[in-house]
């Protein structure tokens, strides 16, 4: 039972290493998400995938924030 959720996880973590910058926060929700659904009743390929468009979408919300703050910050919006 462990090896399917082994060979997912090598998977990811193989497909991270080739694209960093699309993958920035999968690999961390990927791994989070495949032990839950592993422990969750032997889903650890689903927890994995969820988890991996899970940690994307709050990377990608980080991202927008961060660029946001920016923004202001450069439009003297943001200081006092």
Request: net charge positive; glycine share 16%.
């Amino acid at each position: 039972m462990k090896s399917p959720l082994l060979a997912a996880t090598a998977a990811l973590l193989m497909l991270g290493a080739t694209s960093a910058a699309n993958a920035k926060g999968c690999i961390k929700g990927a791994v989070v998400g495949g032990v839950a659904g592993h422990y969750a009743g032997h889903h650890g390929v689903l927890g994995a995938a969820a988890g991996c468009l899970y940690g994307r979408h709050q990377a990608k919300e980080q991202q927008m924030q961060q660029e946001k703050q920016q923004q202001s910050q450069v439009n003297g919006q943001g200081k006092l």
